[in-house]
């Protein structure tokens, strides 16, 4: 079922590992194009575009795009009590963690009279996405809504697509989700096209454009970030999910099974890459996987996924040519499986999950980390959603006449040396008197 790439006795340069790495190209450079035309599409016609490509995409008509405060309530009074404790404590969780990623101000003193305060400030509104298409993700809820609030953003407006199995309304589960964190401000759009009107904003439906937009999807969703990046700020992109795993002959081929499949249910795009020392392993693991993938719920989307071009068996001569071929990967969730795991050798993850009882479905739920991560080789330059992403670092700076002065002759140097005068004289003119 997953195709085997063998480098063993191959020394390979970062940039050959980067060309042998399973990724699905194709479906990327589509995703762009028709991503970056919907875009425009919305940002031209609005809520027209909005409902043409709701039913075409959801087979959803007729729909309140802007939802209502009382669908909100009633999703929250139906919430199920054993999926509302379960969200429950994930807030709390991830609340807990993201709190841990806002900076506190700090001060440096370069002088008498010499200051430079650095500061964090949040964003004002942001537009926070959460898929809905083939699965339902009221996790992701929890993982866009939380780090926003510790920030401490002032707006929020929530996006997801409407169902036709409800009448056009958004997933109650993810409603109810919404409400319990006190979103009040959620629409019933998705894909590419949501993140056209979150950047754009819609004038018929009160929706202005937001700062910043967040939050997974699939490829077309990802696709869109880049259409909009310049116009808002958007987090990295996070399409179609990965998940690589490094194992040795120290693993359980059940537990390497499952993971992979735990993943590959999610979309068909998605990857499922094995790396590993060992033959046998790799043997194990697809034997495995056969009655494992044939049984579950999503059986043919995870065959797809599986067979498809981005995922894969690796064999590697050693732990070090695994180690690099998975900082060339830089996958979206990296799990280790090794008797002696080094997860500070692995520099390039959206997240690292060590050991045989830290699965990636930890991580997708209760972890108390984020499930939103960058994909697509991002996570070599690009973080997974946090507070951080909702907050941008100020610099205050405060010099009195003194500590001006001390400084004066090296600025009007400066000044000269790049053909800048008025620099400079902007500096003496305040000591003319």
């Given amino acids: 079922m997953l195709r ?34 919907i875009v425009d599409d919305v940002a031209a016609r609005g809520e027209v575009a909005l409902r043409e490509q709701a039913e075409k995409f959801d087979g959803a008509s007729g729909h309140d795009i802007r939802v209502p405060a009382a669908h909100l309530d009633e999703a929250l009074a139906a919430l199920d009590p054993a999926v509302r404790s379960a969200l429950e404590e994930a807030i709390a969780r991830v609340r807990e963690a993201s709190a841990a990623q806002v900076p506190a101000p700090t001060v440096t003193e370069l002088g008498p009279g010499a200051r430079v305060t650095q500061r964090w400030q949040p ?16 996790s992701s809820v929890v993982m866009n809504v939380v780090p926003a609030q510790v920030a401490g953003v002032r707006e929020i407006a929530l996006a997801s697509p409407p169902q036709r ?23 019933a759009m998705g894909g590419a096209g949501a993140i056209g009107a979150l950047a754009h904003g819609v004038a018929s439906l009160g929706l202005e454009p937001v700062d ?74 697809q ?58 050798e692995f520099v390039h993850a959206g997240a690292v999950f060590v050991g045989a009882d830290s699965p990636v479905s930890l991580g997708d739920y209760l972890a ?3 499930h939103v991560l960058p994909t697509g080789g991002q996570a070599r330059y690009s973080a997974g959603l946090s507070a951080a992403t909702f907050l941008r670092p100020q ?20 000044a000269e040396a790049e ?15």
Avoid: C, M, W
Avoid at 293 to 320: C, F, K
Avoid at 419 to 433: C, N, Q, S, Y
């Fill in 287 to 344: 034997e495995a996987i056969a009655p494992r993938s044939a049984a579950t719920r999503h059986a043919e989307r995870v065959a797809t996924a599986l067979a498809g071009p981005q995922s894969a068996i690796v064999l590697v001569d050693d732990l070090a040519a695994a180690t690099a071929f998975s900082n060339a990967y830089a996958p979206e969730h990296l799990e280790l499986h090794l008797a002696d795991p080094r997860p500070e």
């Fill in 165 to 187: 199995e409800f009448g056009g309304r958004v997933h109650p589960v993810i409603l109810g989700a919404a409400r319990l964190l006190g979103v009040t401000e959620v629409y």
């Fill in 212 to 285: 910043v937009v967040t939050g997974p999807g699939n490829n077309f969703v990802a696709a869109a970030k880049r259409a909009v990046a310049g116009l808002v700020g958007t987090d990295a992109e996070a399409g179609a999910t990965e998940i690589l795993v490094v194992a040795d002959d120290s693993a359980d081929a059940r537990l390497v099974a499952v993971d992979l499949i735990s993943q590959a249910e999610h979309d068909e795009q998605a990857s499922a890459v094995l790396v590993t020392t060992s033959e046998q392993l790799a043997d194990d693991v």
């Fill in 368 to 370: 108390g980390s984020n």
């Fill in 395 to 414: 610099q205050v700076i405060e010099y009195d006449r003194a500590a001006l002065a001390v400084v004066r002759d090296a600025i009007v140097t400066l």
């Fill in 4 to 37: 085997t790439i063998d480098l063993r006795g191959r020394t390979l340069s970062p940039a050959e590992l980067l060309a042998t790495v399973p990724r699905a190209a194709a479906a990327r450079e589509e995703a762009l194009a028709t991503a970056a035309r």
């Fill in 123 to 138: 964003v004002r509104r942001v537009g926070l996405y959460v898929p809905g298409g083939k699965a339902v993700y009221p």
């Fill in 419 to 433: 053909a800048l005068p008025a620099h400079g004289e902007a500096i003496t003119a305040r000591f003319e008197d």
